[in-house]
């Protein structure tokens, strides 16, 4: 995805904790992952400010910014799904 300038956004390398090399991929915004779920910002500020964490991806600190990874995200949307497809039946109430 361009930059403000036009310019393509490149995929850097960055050193682990550990010394290790690990690909780095674009980090989300807010904006960025309100609009892939499809809710306002501010939900997702609201939830985090009342500990309900586990409602939205894992995020990451920088500096006083919150992130995210495209590989987080997925990865949480790909939990959030049913296990299966099929719904159970609700057994009928005599009466």
């Known amino acids: 995805m361009p930059d403000v300038l036009g310019r393509e956004r490149t995929v ?13 991929s674009k980090l989300l915004t807010i904006d960025d992952l309100a609009e892939q ?19 939205f991806p894992p995020a ?3 500096g006083s910014f919150l992130r995210w990874r495209q590989q987080d995200v997925d990865g949480w949307l ?18």
């Open 12 to 24: 850097r390398r960055v050193r682990g904790a550990r010394g290790g090399g690990v690909m780095a």
């Open 60 to 62: 990451i600190k920088v």
């Open 78 to 95: 790909e939990a959030q799904l049913p296990q299966t497809n099929v719904l159970p039946m609700r057994k009928r109430i005599a009466g």
């Open 37 to 55: 779920l499809g809710v306002k910002p501010k939900t997702i500020y609201a939830a985090r400010s009342d500990g309900r964490h586990d409602q």
